[in-house]
């Protein structure tokens, strides 16, 4: 008896480790659907990703009201301007309840130190994420914009200067995670999207993995849209999903 309630607790500690790790990317064009989906997801996942489509869409009484229904979000704008400004939109960002939020590491050293200082100056600070290489991106679409080198090394040498400026949380691919997890250490989040369970289809993603490889490979959240949002039965898309991560960890 007193083994099977240990398993118990143990499988019950992992069924909230795998909350923890899954964000949901609620990429619908109306405030509607996003409510339709969070009230079918809720009790089931804890993370949601706000992105640009719903939050042009649905601005930020979205926001703030999946944060009022229990979700922590993860606001998904990927901010990328001079200093002055980007300060201001994380100041305006914290503001609203995000818990995490995306800059691009591409908007240089002065950007990024300037969001870090201006994150943790916030009352409720946000966990700032700084974005490598888009998970869209290989490497024939970088040399379009002029980087000849790999996406692994690209997202290598902005992961540093991100860590370097005080950012410590990173979006990266799945095929960048294990390199970046060696190379930083364990403290360091790092953001997998891209993540398609087996058989899924790919989309406009290039640089893809399974839930399960990702968390093996060091993945601190996986962010995981149309294969949970676009499937018949959403809750049990994303039941299967934390599973899986489950499984992995």
């Known amino acids: 008896m007193k083994d099977n309630s240990r398993e118990r607790i143990h499988s019950a500690a992992k069924d909230r480790l795998a909350q923890d790790r899954l964000i949901v990317a609620l990429d619908v064009p109306t405030a509607a659907q996003a409510r339709e989906l969070a009230s079918q997801l809720s009790g089931i996942c804890r993370w949601i990703k706000v992105g640009l489509e719903l939050y ?7 926001v703030e009201e999946l944060a009022t229904q229990g979700f922590s979000i993860f606001l998904d704008l990927k ?29 240089g050293p002065a950007m990024l130190s300037a969001a870090a200082e201006a994150a943790a100056a916030s009352p409720n600070p946000p966990h700032l994420l700084a974005v490598t290489v888009l998970t869209s991106m290989d490497r024939q679409q970088l040399a379009a914009i002029g980087i000849e080198v790999s996406p692994a090394d690209q997202v290598l040498r902005l992961a540093r200067m991100a860590t370097a400026s005080g950012v410590h949380g990173l979006v990266c691919s799945a095929e960048e995670v294990r390199l970046l997890r060696q190379e930083l250490g364990a403290a360091m989040q790092l953001v997998v999207p891209g993540i398609r369970p087996a058989g899924a289809e790919v989309g406009d993603q290039k640089r893809i993995a399974t839930p399960s490889v990702a968390i093996r490979d060091g993945a601190s959240n996986l962010v995981v849209g149309r294969p949970i949002t676009r499937a018949g039965n959403p809750a049990q898309a994303a039941q299967a999903i934390l599973d899986e991560i489950a499984g992995a960890l």
């Open 56 to 62: 042009l869409a649905a601005g930020t009484a979205i």
């Open 79 to 107: 901010f990328h301007d001079i200093p002055n400004t980007v300060a201001g939109a994380v100041r305006s960002a914290a503001s609203m309840g995000a818990s995490l939020l995306t800059i691009h590491a591409a908007g």
